[in-house]
């Protein structure tokens, strides 16, 4: 762990033992050098403890295994944004490169910044016109794609540095909310009606038919799903279904931001009041976020799914869990609201804009090591059921326990984390108390059974065609459904699986990953054989997720 600062504490009795004694109005020169160097010492350790308190939050809940964590400068690394002296630049849309190594940023009068993440210098800048740019892609190495406020579109070749292509904006100024594809070469153009663009050929591969003030639109990394948020309501149209609006979702408040999850399996939606994502297929809240007393102006997820990043109005930035909503790590590094949010493609780092004011780097996993304590060796099954808690500063923290011994880690999750599959005697009771006169039995089977996932498909499509009660037919069909398209984990003992994959993906081993690949081949839930198969394609791609 990196030194801890300390500020010692000035001895005034220590002057008595200054040569010649301490005699006040009888103090020689030296006595009076070595008093003076002594209080200035003083005080520049209270101003050292003072910057130390007032410029940074620490984590919440350290737990058990992690120090009562005190009070630090927030680990956020600045990126200065660069202006012209007649214009004040602010930063509205951010974006790294496929690799990481660049953070580009959209500015006022259509100029984009790219800078070096290791060292946050500016590397480059790219010209464009004067409305600011609100939404970035970087589709590949060599292809930026920035949308501007007056539906103007610039295609950048990164490489040469230089404009590539130039869609013109529309005719009378409208402020535009278009959403650009993450991983393809498509625009969401909203004015005069809302329209999907192909960028290569300029042609319209779609248009929606919607009615009303349209607050925010987003597109799934792909191309194939749209979202298109009205005051509130949000309309969902997918390529699969020739584009008709397939789902409609209703939120409490007007919409302010939208975001995809990679695959467009489901959507972060935030308000004024609530942050939640809902699941595109089967059209309901999937999870709601505790967001407190905070505005959540964007939102943003990780590419491994793990993590929805928040920007607050107070200029806070917060991450949460997306398998059990709770709350990672909230900091705040912004003097108000944060207008651009973005994470790296391997979900090591946050970047987060405000405005007029410098980009912020953050790396939660580093926040997160510096809150645990090394020295502290709990055994490995106070680990395992620290990974079931409901706190996930507790849990994260037993994460970073278990990957300090990975040879003794793997011996004790990999039983566990593939256990033995239950008997049909025991199989055929949860299915019975699904229809149980206590509500507390029900949930509980519910529970039970979605974490037995298809190990019990079969069981269930039988009790099915042998005409239940209506209370048992709806729960099964719902079990059979949800299976598909879960990003929840609704018991503990799945929460505490699905973080022991991302064990064995931090740990990174060969026997870690043979673990991971017999953890797809068995029946399990389809979430964690889901979360397994991603984590392999990130290991044997180099670019293991959160670490």
């Known amino acids: 762990m990196p030194p801890r600062l300390r500020a010692q504490a000035f001895d005034f009795n220590a002057l008595r033992e200054i040569p010649g004694g301490f005699r006040p109005g009888a103090l020689r020169q030296d006595d009076m050098r070595a008093l003076a160097h002594g209080a200035l010492g003083f005080l520049a350790a209270l ?56 953070l580009a940023a959209g500015l006022t009068r259509g100029h984009v910044q790219v800078h070096d993440v290791d060292s946050g210098n500016e590397l480059f800048r790219l010209s464009g016109r004067r409305p600011l740019l609100v939404s970035l892609s970087f589709p590949d190495a060599r292809t930026l794609i920035g949308a501007s406020s007056d539906g103007e579109i610039h295609v950048w070749d990164a490489h040469a540095r230089r404009l590539a292509k130039q869609l013109p904006p529309y005719e009378e100024f409208r402020t535009d909310h278009g959403a650009l594809a993450a991983k393809s070469r498509v625009a969401l153009r909203q004015l005069p009606k809302p329209r999907l663009i192909d960028l290569d050929t300029e042609q319209i591969i779609a248009e929606f038919q919607v009615d009303g003030y349209i607050s925010e639109t987003a597109l799934s990394d792909d191309a194939k799903v749209a979202a298109i948020a009205i005051n509130e309501s949000v309309l969902i149209f997918e390529h699969s279904v020739q584009w008709k609006a397939r789902a409609f979702i209703g939120m409490r408040s007007r919409v302010r931001s939208m975001s995809f999850s990679p695959g467009g399996c489901w959507l972060a939606a935030s308000t004024e009041k609530e942050v939640a994502i809902w699941s595109v297929e089967s059209r309901t809240v999937e999870i709601n976020f505790e967001t407190g007393e905070r505005e959540i102006w964007r939102i943003a997820w990780s590419p491994d799914q793990r993590w929805l990043v928040g920007g607050a109005e107070n200029g806070e930035v917060v991450v949460w869990e997306t398998t059990t909503g709770r709350q990672v790590s909230a900091r705040r590094g912004h003097p108000r609201q944060v207008t651009g949010l973005a994470v790296s493609p391997d979900s090591r780092v946050i970047a987060s804009a405000c405005g007029f004011e410098p980009i912020l780097l953050w790396w939660p996993w580093r926040q997160l090591e510096r809150e645990y304590d090394s020295r502290r060796r709990p055994a490995m099954e106070e680990l395992w059921e620290a990974l079931g808690s409901l706190e996930a500063s507790v849990a994260y923290l037993a994460i970073l326990a278990f990957c300090a011994e990975p040879s003794a880690a793997l011996l004790f999750i990999k039983p566990r984390l593939i256990p033995e599959p239950p008997s049909k005697e025991q199989v055929q009771a949860r299915i019975d108390a699904l229809d149980d006169d206590d509500p507390d039995v029900r949930e509980a089977a519910v529970r039970d059974l979605a974490a037995l996932g298809s190990w019990v498909s079969k069981d269930l499509e039988a009790a099915l065609s042998r005409s239940p009660s209506l209370e048992q037919a709806v729960r099964i069909k719902s079990l059979l459904a949800h299976d598909r398209t879960r990003l929840r984990c609704e018991s503990p003992d799945l929460v505490r699986r699905a973080r022991a994959i991302q064990v064995l993906e931090l740990i990174g081993s060969e026997t870690s990953l043979e673990v991971l690949r017999r953890l797809v081949k068995s029946p399990c839930p389809m979430l964690l054989s889901n979360m397994a198969d991603a984590a392999i394609r990130r290991l044997t791609q180099g670019t293991p997720g959160n670490r």
Not at 67 to 85: C, F, G, M, V
């Open 47 to 102: 101003l050292l403890v003072g910057c130390l308190l007032t410029s940074g939050e620490s984590l919440s809940s350290p737990g058990r295994w992690g120090q009562d964590p005190p009070n630090r400068a927030n680990e956020a690394r600045t990126i200065l944004l660069k202006s012209d002296p007649e214009d004040r630049t602010r930063a509205w849309s951010i974006v790294f490169s496929p690799d990481g190594k660049l």
